[in-house]
């Protein structure tokens, strides 16, 4: 019945995301995730990320920074996930709290997804430098935890590593 989702039996996944069917779940930061930045100190953050599907040949993601003391919420990011059928070509569209919106590309081979942006706009009043380029990598490791690499370039950086965090399943 149509308003009746929650109670709704989990529709089949639709086959063209079976590709990247690995990344399905609820996943949290085991140990903290690292942040470095030439312009900004390191940090430790928690993590909880929810990737799920609803049928449509997409995964939906949420991925939730925390503080790892004082549990405060920090970056919040949502969107999709898409494949091009009959590929490996891959679509990462994500709206960040920081005001950032962007969509990024790549390939995904066996369990491991490679995108880099092709497009990124941000509110006028996002804070400076602002980002011009991001790549991730996600990939399942041979323990079954996933990770994720994010870099990024910003008006005053090259391209260098900011993120990096190992995540393990919660729920399937």
Known sequence: MAGDGANAETPQLNPVMEPLSW?????????P????????????????????????????????AFH????????????????????????????QNTGLVEV????????ELSIASHSIARISFAKKPHVEQITRKFRLNSD????????MATTTQ??????????KKVMP
């Open 158 to 167: 090259p391209m260098t590593q900011h993120l990096h965090i190992t995540y």
């Open 144 to 151: 079954g935890k996933l990770e994720q690499t994010v870099s």
């Open 68 to 95: 790892p003391d004082t549990r405060k919420p920090m970056h919040r990011e949502c969107g999709f996930i898409r494949l091009k059928p009959d590929t490996n070509k891959v679509a990462f569209i994500s709206a």
């Open 104 to 111: 990024e590309e790549g390939e995904v081979n066996g369990q």
């Open 23 to 31: 990344m399905l779940g609820t996943w949290l930061s085991d140990p």
């Open 33 to 64: 995730g690292d942040g470095t930045f030439p312009t900004m100190k390191p940090f430790q953050y928690l993590e909880e990320v929810h990737i799920s599907h609803v049928g449509q040949p997409m995964l939906n993601f949420s991925f939730n």
